[in-house]
């Protein structure tokens, strides 16, 4: 972080490791605790490439932190409510619901969020033999990127089995997690009365399929289309593809490219539709688009898994963003607007 960056112009993740930075080793230590994965490794990065950190700028992302704390409910007066909209705010929907039911309904699910910690590797390696259906329960539990490494390390035809049943789900009974637990060594205390919780189904099964590359996409969309034309199509229309990017609005567009740095965005526009780039260089200053314009035509030949690569970052950061109210993806995944 440079020496002239303003809070204006800090994203949410680097106003955290500022917070973070100021509340000494263990403070920090305790919040962390309570993170997943994904978030833990973004914060420590950002906290890792912090340098000349303004007191100004501290005191500023302290005030706001005390501001946002103080318009908080009270401790006990509407906590169901506080916590569902707090965590759907933080998290988006999707990821959200998992964690909301778990938090409100009792569950412990900590064999499976033990599993969000390996590499997908390892995670492959732990439900290779299992039964399909616990295979797919574990692979629509994960997040979405990780499920989809996990996948890469099936053959063809176990991952379409895999995706088939992720979309078959839409509720999964707590005595199946306590199974799964077990599996996986862990203790599972929730009662075999309580709720069942929402997991999988045709959204977390187009989420996973898009973080496969391009070249496990393919055959496995084919071979879904094959069996069941219905679903394929559900799952494309909910898709959202690196071309989708160029229906996202001009304030989205210029939010995302605050985050992207310009070595991934030249090589993901050198495999790009002319309408992409021409919505990438109308949302930069004239100055900007000038040099991203030299930059690509400087660029020599490059793999498509390069190109790809740096598509697949892109997106991921946009639905990153997406999830945290930052932009609103359009395209195949967007919501509708009115």
Same mark, same amino acid.
């Given at each position: 972080m440079t020496d002239s960056k303003s809070t204006a112009k800090l994203n949410k993740v680097e106003k955290a490791a500022i917070l973070l930075l100021s509340l000494g080793e263990a403070d920090a230590a305790q919040v962390l605790r309570h993170m997943g994965p994904k978030e833990v490794q973004r914060v420590g990065l950002a906290m890792a490439q912090m340098t000349n950190v303004h007191r100004e700028q501290v005191e500023q992302v302290m005030s706001e932190f005390v501001e946002l704390v103080g318009e908080q409910t009270g401790l006990g007066v509407g906590a169901d409510a506080y916590i569902r909209k707090m965590l759907t705010q933080a998290l988006g929907e999707d990821k959200a619901g998992n964690l909301i039911d778990r938090i409100l309904l009792g569950g412990n699910t900590s064999g499976l969020d033990s599993l969000k910690w390996m590499e997908p590797r390892a995670v492959a390696d732990v439900?290779?033999?299992?039964?399909?259906?616990?295979?797919?329960?574990?692979?629509?539990?994960?997040?979405?990127?990780? *499920?989809?490494?996990?996948?890469?390390?099936?053959?063809? =035809?176990?991952?379409?089995?895999?995706?088939?049943?992720?979309?078959?789900? &839409? #509720?999964?009974?707590?005595? *199946?997690? &306590?199974?799964? &637990?077990?599996?996986?060594? =862990?203790?599972?205390?929730?009662?075999? &009365? #309580?709720?069942?919780t929402t997991m999988g189904g045709v959204k977390r099964a187009a989420d996973i399929m898009n973080f496969l590359d391009s070249s496990v996409e393919g055959p496995l969309l084919d071979s879904i289309r094959e069996l069941d034309g219905d679903l394929s199509s559900q799952i494309e229309d909910l898709m959202f593809v690196f071309d989708n990017l160029a229906d996202v609005d001009d304030r989205g567009i210029q939010s995302l490219l605050r985050e992207v740095s310009s070595d991934v965005l030249v090589l993901a526009l050198k495999g790009a539709d002319e309408a992409i780039k021409e919505k990438v260089f109308r949302n930069m200053s004239k100055r900007a688009s000038e040099l991203l314009r030299d930059d690509l035509d400087a660029k020599g030949p490059v793999r498509v898994s390069e190109v790809e690569t740096a598509q697949k970052e892109i997106l991921t950061i946009a639905r990153r963003m997406a999830d945290a109210g930052e932009i609103v993806l359009g395209g195949k995944g967007g919501e509708e607007m009115i």
């Open positions: 439900i290779r033999y299992e039964h399909p259906q616990i295979q797919a329960i574990v692979v629509a539990y994960l997040d979405p990127d990780q *499920a989809g490494e996990v996948l890469s390390h099936f053959d063809h =035809k176990v991952r379409l089995d895999i995706i088939l049943r992720v979309s078959a789900l &839409n #509720t999964i009974q707590p005595a *199946a997690l &306590n199974e799964l &637990n077990a599996i996986l060594e =862990k203790q599972f205390s929730g009662s075999a &009365n #309580t709720s069942r």
